[in-house]
């Protein structure tokens, strides 16, 4: 099998000639941009209505309605572009479930957390200019209120086996919800995918915010955890570890038990070879 200069991979032995064509589409380069803006996106709304929750008496519900709707528009955005993963867990299940290549998942993770940490960054700036927020503490303590954590920086003072196990089955769960809308099976099309993936971050994290603040996405975690008190980095690892752990739950039982028309495939075209004498 050898590989011509426009990506047509070709079989070289006997008479008949397989080409393997690989779908066109965006640059990987495009692709990781788009997923750094849209995950800029996600943090800016989310961790800005958690952020601020306090000041603007939202409460959790308008926190939760924040993530939904960063996801919501980042996905119509940048959907056509990188499928808009936004999220290292979604990334990482939909390459366990065999939908997604494994070559372009570091690129993914790599744009995602840029996204994240630029987005907390410019919250970090913005309330640092600002002296009314000195009575809040540093704007590291600031940051820590959006930042995931557990024991007691648990919201409600869940221990690690509670806070770990929340985001294994939220994070299990979405990547779920994301494999069975973008399915070619799906009835619902692919224009419905945005807000039923966004409705299911909203409320999962919702659920998620009494036990840990509600990650449910490492770069999210990370893009707070960098920008907080120490402690938001000494427990990120369980905010990595939790949602690529059900991420690849539901990665593997989609693998084998959903349809396989979702796995990735490449256009086979039967060619014949002349041969001249």
Do not use: C
């Amino acid at each position: 099998m050898s590989e011509s200069e426009n990506g047509v991979m070709h079989d070289e032995g006997g008479d008949d000639a397989m080409v393997v064509e690989e779908a066109r589409g965006p640059s990987l380069v495009a692709r990781t941009v788009a997923e750094a803006a849209g995950t800029f996106i996600l943090v800016f709304m989310g961790v800005g209505a958690a952020l601020f929750s306090p000041i603007g008496d939202w409460g959790a519900l308008g926190v939760a309605f924040g993530f939904a709707l960063g996801v919501m528009i980042a996905a119509l955005i940048f959907g056509g572009i990188s499928g808009a993963h936004l999220n290292p867990a979604v990334t990482f299940g939909l390459w366990i479930a065999g939908r997604f290549p494994g070559r372009d998942v570091g690129p993914y993770v790599a744009g995602q957390i840029v996204g994240a940490i630029a987005a907390a960054g410019m919250f970090s700036v913005l309330v640092a200019s600002n002296p009314l927020y000195d009575q809040l503490g540093t704007t590291r303590e600031f940051l820590g209120s959006a930042s995931n954590g557990f024991g007691e920086h648990s919201p409600t003072q869940f221990g690690l086996a509670a806070g770990a196990l929340i985001e294994i089955l939220i994070a299990a769960l979405l990547v779920s919800v994301v494999l069975s809308v973008t399915s070619v099976t799906a009835k619902a099309g692919a224009a419905a995918a945005p807000f039923a993936i966004g409705l299911t971050v909203g409320f999962l994290v919702l659920v998620a915010i009494p036990f840990t603040n509600g990650a449910l996405n490492p770069a999210r975690a990370t893009g707070t955890a960098v920008w907080a008190d120490s402690w938001a980095i000494e427990q990120l690892w369980v905010f990595w570890f939790a949602p690529l752990l059900g991420a690849a739950i539901a990665g593997v039982l989609f693998r084998a038990f959903g349809p396989r028309e979702d796995m990735l495939s490449f256009t086979v075209v039967e060619t014949i070879e002349i041969v001249e004498d």
